[in-house]
Every structure is written in C-alpha cells, then in structure tokens.
C-alpha cells in the first residue's frame, strides 16, 4: 500500500487542476475501502468503470495461474501462507486501473479496455490484461 500512498500524495500535491493519470497493477479490487477512499479523496475518476472486466484471471490466463499451484516450480512444497495466497489468487480479480484527474470532462476519454495479454499468434506475454485508454485533449 505505500507504493500506492505515495502515489496518491503526489497527486494531492499537484496544483489545482493539473491534469494526472495514475495507472498500473495496484492489487486492489475496485471495492477496497481504503483504495476507493484514496479516489475519492483526490477527485480521480476509473476511467475503465466499476464493471470492468477482471485484469488477473487465472482461469482464462496460463501465466497468472502458475502462481495458484500449491507447489513452487522447482517442486518445493509452499508454506502456508503461501497456500493461502496461491487460493486467494485462483479468484478472478480487478487488480489494475488507470485513474484520471482534471481532464476537462469526461469525454475526454474515447475509449478505455481491458486487453487479454495474448498475441494473435497465441502467444502470452503477461500474467495481467493489459489497460488501454485513449485520451483526446
């Protein structure tokens, strides 16, 4: 969370009006009182919208579901709190955003996506969906 505090504080010292994006995997869910507080606190706006579809999906993702293996790739066993985490990451989740603050209105935003980390070719090259906006002005 401090990556993300210091993020947010940089915005908050920012002059009045100044245009900010914030973006990035912040492995929060859209539903973290303390992540949406930190929006609200700053006028930001989500910019993919509260029903995006999840960034981290081990389930439609072969990257992001090695990490819910109750096994580490070398074949060492997990310790618990590992085994927890690795459960808790079999969830698909929205975990990256992009956040505006102070463009001057929202259609400012022509278009803003969730994007499957594969290529045409079937090729993966990330464990999260990418995030894409595109911004006029």
Do not use: C
């Not at 995006?52 to 090695?66: E, G, I, V």
Request: no cysteine; charged share 20%.
């Amino acid at each position: 969370q401090s990556e993300i505090q210091a993020a947010f504080d940089y915005v908050h010292s920012m002059t009045e009006g100044e245009p900010a994006v914030v973006l990035g995997d912040f492995n929060m869910e859209p539903n973290d009182e303390w992540f949406r507080a930190l929006i609200s606190r700053e006028g930001m706006t989500d910019v993919l919208g509260q029903e995006a579809p999840p960034t981290w999906d081990p389930l439609h993702n072969f990257l992001s579901a090695l990490s819910t293996s109750f096994e580490f790739p070398s074949g060492q066993h997990k310790t618990e709190l590992d085994i927890i985490s690795a459960v808790y990451d079999r969830i698909p989740k929205r975990v990256d955003y992009i956040l505006m603050k102070s463009f001057p209105d929202s259609s400012s935003v022509i278009n803003a996506q969730v994007i499957p980390p594969v290529t045409s070719e079937g090729v993966w090259f990330s464990d999260h969906s990418a995030v894409m906006a595109e911004v006029d002005g």
